[in-house]
């Protein structure tokens, strides 16, 4: 869940993408579980039915996401592309290089849609706060759980 009080970092696509995980939820996902919950309300005894008791533990799984991504969409602050490319921001393409490693691209986001694998970062993880304010050419320290590792900006798009 989102803390209180700070801003949710957004961009465009991110925000669309919630909004449409929100509709589906709402339209079809939500009602189709209280439909089943009738059923298996029907079926009998819902305190011994552990269809029951299932599809109660998936309906509040499913109004958490809901509230999720209602205070997403409602308090999302989107972010601009980066009007500087000599200074890294959220929203940043950056490219960078550990010592002797591979280039590595990835894209500075909001927490909300960090998913490294995909090429996105969180300005809240070590490496994008680290990241956060740099220029090409500089270095960055990040600590991990495999020790101190460096990188060095080489581009920002």
Do not use: C, H
């Not at 298996?40 to 996401?65: C, H, M, P, V, W």
């Amino acid at each position: 869940m989102i803390e209180l009080g700070n801003p949710v970092y957004m961009t465009e696509r991110g925000v669309q993408k919630a909004q449409s995980e929100l509709e589906t939820l709402l339209t079809y996902t939500r009602p189709e579980i209280v439909g089943y919950l009738q059923d298996a309300k029907d079926g009998g005894d819902a305190a011994d039915n552990t269809e029951f008791l299932y599809l109660i533990q998936e309906l509040e799984s499913i109004d958490r996401r809901i509230r999720d991504l209602r205070y997403r969409v409602d308090r999302a602050q989107l972010i601009e592309q980066p009007g500087s490319k000599e200074t890294i921001t959220i929203g940043s393409t950056v490219t960078i290089q550990e010592d002797g490693a591979a280039i590595e691209t990835y894209t500075l986001v909001g927490s909300t849609e960090s998913d490294p694998d995909q090429g996105s970062i969180s300005n809240e993880s070590p490496l994008g706060k680290a990241l956060l304010n740099r220029r090409i050419g500089e270095e960055v320290a990040v600590d991990s759980p495999d020790g101190l590792l460096r990188f060095r900006v080489i581009g920002i798009n």
